[in-house]
Nanobody
């Protein structure tokens, strides 16, 4: 059974940075792609970033392009989300997810088989 656990959330002032990590335990066969999603209070979950099985191909939500960077370390079974230039509207619970696919969709949450419990990010103005 694959388990995902996020870490690195916290409170930061606008303009600051945070790096989220998502550690995967258990055997996850290839192919597998990973994604980060977020759910602001009272709103629907939205895709933030994805990274494909090749570890190179990425995609980003329009609201985070140029500010967030997703990466993965295959040796550590960990996916990262580097967040720079944080804004109050980035405040949300952040989740990582894994799909048994070569390429992940940033919008199709149904593709993802495994989800972490989430880590809270709060950005104050």
């Amino acid at each position: 059974q694959v388990q995902l656990v996020e870490s690195g959330g916290g409170s930061v002032q606008a303009g600051g940075s945070l790096t989220l990590s998502c550690a995967a335990s258990g055997y996850m066969s290839s192919p597998n792609c990973m994604g980060w999603f977020r759910q602001p209070p009272g709103k629907e979950r939205e895709g933030v970033a994805t990274i494909d099985d090749d570890g190179v191909t990425t995609s980003y939500g329009d609201s985070v392009k140029g500010r967030f960077t997703i990466s993965r370390d295959f040796a550590k079974n960990t996916v990262y989300l580097q967040m720079n230039g944080l804004k109050p509207e980035d405040t949300a619970m952040y989740y990582c997810a894994a799909a048994r696919r070569w390429s992940c969709s940033i919008s199709r949450t149904s593709d993802y088989l495994y989800w972490g419990p989430g880590t809270q990010v709060t950005v104050s103005s």
